[in-house]
């Protein structure tokens, strides 16, 4: 009976033993779990980072494009639109220019 008390102390031993290594070797996994949780997270802000950056870039690029594009068509249009207006009026400023010029009197 001693010798089976003796088996199930050292079989308890053995298992504190175990116990206590397997508790030490979780936390050290614990921590290397964080410490690189820690690290892909830091990776993962600073490429979100630079992919939000890079995004903001390439709108406000698109933007500028847009923009410039937009004016220079309006541009265009109010051109054509101003020259027209020159090609019509061209006669009746002929015709005040010739009677300021000649006097009022001979255009009548």
């Known amino acids: 009976m001693e010798e089976v008390l003796k088996s199930v102390k050292a079989a ?21 779990s964080r410490a690189r949780a820690n690290e892909i ?36 249009k109010e051109t054509k639109a101003a020259d027209a207006l020159l090609k019509d009026t061209s006669g009746t400023v002929s015709q005040i220019v010739r009677r300021v010029t000649d006097g009022n009197r001979r255009h009548a």
């Open 12 to 32: 308890e031993a053995q298992a504190a033993e175990i116990k206590a290594v397997a508790e030490a070797e979780a936390e050290t996994l614990i921590a290397a």
């Open 41 to 76: 997270t830091k990776k993962t802000e600073e490429e979100l980072k630079f992919y939000r950056e890079t995004a903001l870039r390439e709108a406000e690029a698109r933007v500028q494009k847009e923009a410039e594009r937009t004016l220079s068509e309006h541009e265009t």
